[in-house]
Each structure stands twice: as structure tokens, then as C-alpha cells.
């Protein structure tokens, strides 16, 4: 059975630093994982998507790795801005037709 | 193009009663997924359809049921609902094909009373 976990559950940095978001997965076959932030009370933003064949996908400031065989997943988020407070959340299809699985998610706060 | 949308946003409703709450997907999107979020739990899964047809169900008990309609939309409903139903009620689309990237909509928050 997929799980998903992301450590830590919540993290402070001053403005300005370059910081790296962990999920880790226990099954290494899966078919793709996407990682999202959420706003508090509003929907889910989809940032990064990373197909199984891919090692990383790249958007602005971020960037997103995936090693299956280790079960691990990185969100890199460089030159940290207040604006990027919100919890970052990933998620794993394990089977193409599967349902999605969510780790718990990571608060991150960007201390100004 | 237009995002996810959900109505009601907003929703109080009281112990007993029954709620449906709508989305509708991304022009052109085929799979309509919901969820369930609270603070303890997180984010819960608990069906998907594509084309109007369920392609999978969480685990929930049988009083969360959903549909979806020819034009993609789709609807969830509560009944008998309980307090611990209270949650943000998230629908999110994709194409159903090739990336299955989920978009997600703003939700609907309901307060069981």
C-alpha cells in the first residue's frame, strides 16, 4: 500500500534563502507525483508535475526532483520570498487509472 | 480558459439534513476527482468519475455518494449528515489522459451545525 510522507510537518526561513521541501513515497512504482501549495481555506495550486520517466521539472524559482528508487522527492525553492508562505503539499499516483495519494504536507513560513 | 468552479462556496447546514455541492471541471476535462479535507485527517480521497462512470472510491461510508454528468460536471451528496462532516470539500479536474495533472477548485466549506 503507496504512503506518502513529507518532513517536516513545518519550517521557518528568513527571506531570501534557498530551501529544499522532502516527500518520500514507499512503493517506487508509480506513475507520476505532482506537488501543490495551498493558501489557507482556499483550493489546491498544482506547481510541478513529474512524469515516472522524468528526474525533475523546473518553473521559475522552483524545481522538483524524483527518485523512485529511493522513494524521494524534492521541491526546491530558491531566493525565498514572504509571498511563498503557504503548506506545500505532494502527491503520488501510484497506477495511471489509480487514485491520487497525498502526504500531509509541509507550512512553510517566510520569515520577512 | 476558465478554472474549476464549486458552488455553493459556503455551506451551514444542520445535523440530519443532506447537502449537494457541484463543480465544474476545466473545459474540456473528463475526470472530476473529490476530496475531503480537515485538519486532522488532511486530505481525503473520496471518488473519482470519468466520463461519467466512477473509476475509483475511497473509503467513506455509503452516505457520501456523486455523479457526473454528459458535460463533465459533476455533483456530491451527503446525507444524515453528522458533525464530523464539517470539512472543505475539494473538487479537482484533469483530462483523464496523457499527464493526469489535477487542477483544483476553490472548494466548498461546510459547517455541520
Known amino acids: 500500500k503507496q504512503e506518502v510522507t513529507q518532513i517536516p510537518a513545518a519550517l521557518s526561513v528568513p527571506e531570501g534563502e534557498n530551501l529544499v521541501l522532502n516527500c518520500s513515497f514507499t512503493d517506487s512504482a508509480i506513475y507520476n507525483l505532482q506537488w501543490f501549495r495551498q493558501d489557507p481555506g482556499k483550493g489546491l495550486t498544482s506547481l510541478l508535475l513529474i512524469q515516472s520517466s522524468q528526474r525533475e521539472q523546473t518553473s521559475g524559482r522552483l524545481n522538483a526532483s524524483l527518485d523512485k528508487s529511493s522513494g524521494r522527492s524534492t521541491l526546491y525553492i530558491a531566493a525565498s520570498q514572504p509571498g511563498d508562505s503557504a503548506t506545500y503539499l505532494c502527491?503520488?499516483?501510484?497506477?495511471?487509472?489509480?487514485?491520487?495519494?497525498f502526504g500531509k504536507g509541509t507550512r512553510l513560513h517566510i520569515l520577512p | 480558459k476558465a478554472g474549476v468552479t464549486q458552488t455553493p462556496r459556503y455551506l451551514i447546514k444542520t445535523r440530519g439534513q443532506q447537502v449537494t455541492l457541484s463543480c465544474s471541471p476545466i473545459?474540456?476535462?473528463?475526470?472530476v476527482s473529490w476530496y475531503q479535507q480537515t485538519p486532522g485527517q488532511g486530505l481525503q480521497f473520496l471518488f473519482e468519475?470519468?466520463?461519467?462512470?466512477?473509476?475509483n472510491k475511497g473509503n467513506f461510508p455509503g452516505r457520501f455518494s456523486g455523479r457526473q454528468f454528459s458535460n463533465s460536471r459533476s455533483e456530491m451528496n451527503v446525507s444524515t449528515l453528522e458533525l464530523g462532516d464539517s470539512a472543505l470539500y475539494l473538487c479537482a479536474s484533469s483530462l483523464g489522459r496523457f499527464t493526469y495533472e489535477q487542477y483544483f477548485g476553490p472548494g466548498t466549506r461546510l459547517t455541520v451545525t
Open positions: 473545459s474540456g476535462h473528463r475526470s
Open positions: 468519475y470519468f466520463s461519467e462512470t466512477q473509476r
Open positions: 502527491a503520488v499516483r501510484p497506477g495511471r487509472d489509480d487514485k491520487i495519494i
